[in-house]
Every structure is written in C-alpha cells, then in structure tokens.
C-alpha cells in the first residue's frame, strides 16, 4: 500500500504541469494556398494589360488601379479592331477578366 500512495504525489505533479498546456487554445495554420501570395499576373497592372491585349486585342488607351467595393481592380479602356472602346477590368486578387 505504501507504493500506491508514494506515486500519489508523482502524478499529482505531473498533472498540475500538464493542465496549462491543456488550457491553451490550439495553433491556426493556414493551409498552403492561403499562404502563398497572389499570382504576379493579378497583382500587376503591366501584366493585367498584357491579358486584356491578348484576350481582346486592339489597343490600349489607358489603364488604372482602383479600389471598388473594398476589391483591387485593374480598369483598362481598349480600342477594339471594329473601332469600338471597351471597357475591361481585370480582378486585382486572381487575374480573372470581367467585362462590363
């Protein structure tokens, strides 16, 4: 009996310096893709332009960054082959043409 008791106080220890590591909240990590920065071609406005020369063609008559919505987003006006001017914007965040 004398054995039980003399691993009384081992254990109680053992579990008073283990309760404040219990006690913590656990450790977030992002998964991979959440910590790789956006691609280049979404972030750059000279590469933006380059997207909307290749999907549109024409020429391009101006270009921009604006903040619309709390968004990123590259507005490039266009003078399309038929002579019309096209209004393009490119997301800021994944690259993606929006027409309007």
């Given at each position: 009996?004398?054995?039980?008791?003399?691993?009384?106080?081992?254990?109680?220890?053992?579990?008073?310096?283990?309760a404040?590591?219990?006690?913590?909240?656990?450790?977030?990590?992002?998964?991979?893709?959440?910590?790789?920065?956006?691609?280049?071609?979404?972030?750059?406005?000279?590469?933006?332009?380059?997207?909307?020369?290749?999907?549109?063609?024409?020429r391009?008559?101006?270009?921009?960054?604006?903040?619309?919505?709390?968004?990123?987003?590259?507005?490039?006006r266009v003078?399309?082959?038929?002579?019309?001017?096209?209004?393009?914007?490119?997301?800021?965040?994944?690259?993606?043409?929006?027409?309007?």
């Amino acid at each position: 009996m004398s054995a039980k008791w003399s691993l009384l106080p081992l254990l109680l220890g053992a579990f008073c310096m283990a309760a404040p590591l219990a006690a913590q909240p656990p450790r977030r990590v992002p998964p991979a893709e959440f910590a790789r920065p956006p691609a280049r071609a979404a972030s750059d406005l000279d590469d933006a332009v380059a997207a909307v020369r290749e999907r549109v063609g024409g020429r391009v008559l101006s270009a921009e960054t604006q903040e619309e919505g709390g968004r990123r987003l590259h507005v490039i006006r266009v003078l399309t082959p038929d002579g019309r001017v096209r209004r393009v914007q490119v997301d800021g965040a994944s690259g993606r043409l929006l027409d309007r």
